[in-house]
């Protein structure tokens, strides 16, 4: 069944809401912040992508979210942005679904959970940071204070989150369980993920980002929501675009099939782990990838999808490079043709891959 | 709703046993295994039994202690007992399109704290750890030992997401994504949770006692419980376990970590699964309750049972397994076909004072079933409720 995106609400390293993101995209590159982490063992200087929550007060008392962490307030930022987006920020959601993805969790607020406990001793453990440490609570912060209540559900594939909930989230409104579905993409940076990747890679994180070098790591750390409001295309003309289709499976196991004439918009974001991967199926076809616009986290393929859809709905591709035997080349914008699908690609370290087509 | 989604293998394990055989043996003889924790400790001042595996359990890998952590080897040994239930082998899968759905918390929460605790002190601590926990997404360990092709997810709703977890995968067959779909959940006891449930003072000091008078709380358990699912029409003449014949899910939007109080949520989530199921209340043979032993659950449950399911018999079986978190709902739907296989369910373990808050109790004794069909809910952390609704199979 095809789902129509109505809505999209996204924060990350470029700024808030769909026209930051548009204006990143025109701009082709993003400058990531530069974070200073202090340890007793050093100080750790490196660039990030960070997403600002500050514009979720627009929506909601500061008071009423005193509780609520940042993973939780990135998303609820991004949900309601989504919300606007559509124009439905004030429509009933009792047959809104939400279904939300992300590669790691509220990293951060597990952590700041195991402080209270080595800090202070485990009768000391703190409630609040457990309860938000819980993989679901984003998605419950957003049931709550936007009083959605349909099915909710939280996946967590690390790269494969999104298509994998996608997936669910699609069946949902062929199933007419839901009317609509709050479809949201959502990772956080933490400092020791920054520590774990600076292990893994060491200078490799130190950007800028080049996601069509395959052979050097070049990811740089980035965070941030994305949130879509689909619907069932069969009901509503899609503001943006429709999602035709959604395939999982890997391709060490089942060979992967590409639609022939799809722009291919692909999941690559500087690391090497899943380089190959890219390399092995996309020989000789035309690809954009924009991890220098938000950086590298699971979630980003969320990102991609909002690139995608708003690419769709603009009629204009966003820079592409054609890949081969010699350096991919790339090019500026070029419009798309009437009826032209694009594609998102992500694959997983070990061939897993998804797969999300999309057309206007 | 099609009734074309057939459970062909059960595989389960937890504290009342490490196969399904033997968990139902404990069950029956009503006999259950709490104790303080064995395979961590804290220097919190009371001590809260959990039910943990009674025993080791083998894998056919080579570096089974390092590979996966021990949510996903949980999830494994139930996924191969399933499999085996339901007459696959790794090789027989080939070709085919299988998915896996399971449901997990612990699973893919980055529960370090022996690594967080050096990474504190200022030292530059070794990433085993995380490499385990970067190859131990449960989903992807089982599509990865068996070769499978297919789409893999990992439901993290929170206590409901085994139950969740089943009803998805039913989905994916019933929309042709799959040939066949492996589903549960698997979720191993941590320190961090341990930590966590005692913070949120919602454990017991004592054996759980679900929908007593004199419940303090819950224990915590670990374990696994998977099932196959297949396409009703691909199985012809094979011998069911059951089928998976009605789900809904539904979120109260009320608050982090108490229900409903009406329960607003589990009521949906069961009038989606009964209109689904197309079944009446009084078709149903019994419910497998949530029934966590805590004050607040127990309560709601037991109301919205009365209300939505009157004189329907349930129990809680987390007096014999403890409240394995994202497991709970794969263990329970294991549970509950097999008890239709038997024709009986046992004894609500820990119960023995009524509450006259609770308008409904659950069964004291090893009770026959009358009906071919049952209900397993599950109630979680975030207003989450999902229930599930099976029909009896040939054994």
């Not at chain 1, 548009?22 to 200073?36: H, K, R, S, W």
């Not at chain 2, 014999?320 to 709970?328: C, E, N």
Request: proline share 5%; glycine share 10%.
């Amino acid at each position: 069944m095809r789902m129509a995106i109505q809505g999209i609400g996204i924060s990350g390293g470029f700024g808030q809401g769909v026209s930051a993101l548009q204006d990143a995209l025109q701009q082709g590159a993003v400058t990531p912040q530069a974070v200073t982490v202090e340890r007793s063992s050093g100080v750790d200087n490196f660039p990030a992508y960070r997403s600002d929550i500050e514009g979720l007060y627009e929506f909601f008392p500061k008071r009423a979210l005193r509780r609520i962490d940042h993973f939780s307030k990135m998303t609820l930022h991004s949900a309601c942005l989504a919300l606007q987006d559509a124009g439905l920020l004030e429509s009933d959601r009792s047959r809104t679904g939400v279904v939300i993805a992300s590669g790691y969790g509220a990293m951060k607020t597990t952590f700041d959970f195991l402080d209270s406990y080595l800090d202070f001793g485990y009768s000391c453990s703190s409630p609040t940071h457990f309860s938000n440490s819980v993989h679901n609570a984003a998605a419950a912060h957003v049931s709550m204070q936007l009083k959605a209540t349909a099915p909710s559900l939280t996946v967590t594939q690390f790269e494969m989150s999104v298509p994998s909930a996608l997936l669910t989230a699609q069946l949902w409104l062929a199933e007419g369980r839901v009317d609509q579905v709050l479809f949201g993409a959502v990772d956080e940076y933490c400092e020791v993920l920054r520590y774990c990747r600076k292990q893994f890679f060491g200078a490799g994180e130190a950007g800028p980002v080049a996601p069509l070098d395959f052979d050097r790591q070049s990811a740089v750390v980035g965070e941030g929501a994305a949130f879509f409001v689909l619907s069932r295309a069969t009901e509503q003309a899609a503001a943006y675009a429709c999602i035709e289709s959604v395939t999982l499976g890997n391709h060490a196991a089942w060979p992967l099939t590409l639609p022939e004439d799809d722009r291919l918009i692909i999941g690559a974001d500087g690391h090497k782990t899943c380089a190959d991967w890219y390399r092995q199926t996309l020989s000789g076809r035309r690809v954009a990838a924009y991890a220098p616009l938000y950086g590298s986290f699971p979630a980003a393929a969320g990102f991609d999808l909002a690139v995608a859809a708003l690419s769709l709905r603009d009629g204009n591709f966003y820079q592409e490079a054609l890949l081969g035997t010699e350096a991919p080349k790339t090019t500026t914008a070029t419009p798309l043709a009437s009826g032209e699908q694009l594609s998102c690609l992500k694959f997983g370290p070990g061939g897993d891959y998804g797969l999300i087509r999309l057309a206007r | 709703m099609s009734r074309g989604v057939a459970v062909t293998g059960l595989g389960c394990l937890s504290g009342a046993g490490m196969n399904l055989a033997e968990c139902l043996d404990s069950m029956f003889r009503n006999q259950r295994y709490p104790h303080p924790p064995v395979r961590f400790s804290t220097d919190h001042p009371v001590s809260y039994p959990v039910l943990e595996l009674r025993d080791e359990f083998q894998l056919p890998l080579d570096d089974q202690e390092t590979i996966y952590t021990r949510t996903s080897q949980l999830a494994l040994v139930a996924a191969l007992e399933a499999l085996a239930d339901a007459g696959w082998d790794a090789e027989s899968l080939r070709g085919k399109r299988v998915g896996v759905c399971i449901g997990t918390t612990v699973g893919c929460a980055l529960n370090c704290d022996d690594f967080y605790r050096t990474y504190k002190s200022g030292a530059n601590p070794k990433l085993q750890v995380i490499e385990r926990f970067l190859r131990s997404n449960p989903a992807a360990v089982i599509a990865r030992q068996l070769q499978l092709n297919g789409p893999t997810q990992v439901v993290v709703n929170a206590c409901s997401s085994g139950t969740d977890a089943i009803g998805i995968g039913a989905s994916w067959l019933r929309a042709g994504a799959c040939d066949i779909v492996i589903a549960g959940g698997a979720d191993e006891l941590s320190r961090v949770t341990y930590a966590g449930f005692s913070s949120l003072m919602i454990t017991a000091t004592e054996p759980c006692k679900p929908f007593d008078v004199n419940r303090k709380g819950l224990n915590l358990g670990e374990g696994a419980g998977l099932v196959i699912l297949e396409n009703e029409a691909s199985v012809a003449g094979k011998a069911l376990r059951g089928r998976v014949i009605g789900y809904g899910s539904a979120c109260d939007a009320h608050h982090l970590t108490a229900p409903h109080p009406d329960g607003l949520g589990l009521k949906r989530a069961l009038a989606e699964a009964l209109t689904m199921a197309e079944v009446t209340p009084e078709q149903i043979a019994f419910v497998n309750a949530h029934g966590t032993g805590t004050p607040d659950n127990d309560r709601i449950e037991s109301r919205v049972l009365h209300e939505v399911l009157p004189g329907v018999p349930f129990i809680s079986t987390k007096g014999y397994t403890g409240h394995t978190l994202g497991a709970a709902g794969g263990i329970e739907a294991v549970f509950t076909l097999a008890c239709m296989a038997r024709g009986e369910i046992p004894a609500n373990i820990g119960f023995a004072d009524p509450d006259p808050a609770l308008p409904s109790t659950p069964v004291t004794v090893n009770t026959s079933l009358k009906a071919d069909y049952a209900l397993s809910e599950s109630l979680a952390f975030g207003g989450n409720n999902a229930v599930l609704i099976f029909e009896k199979g040939d054994h």
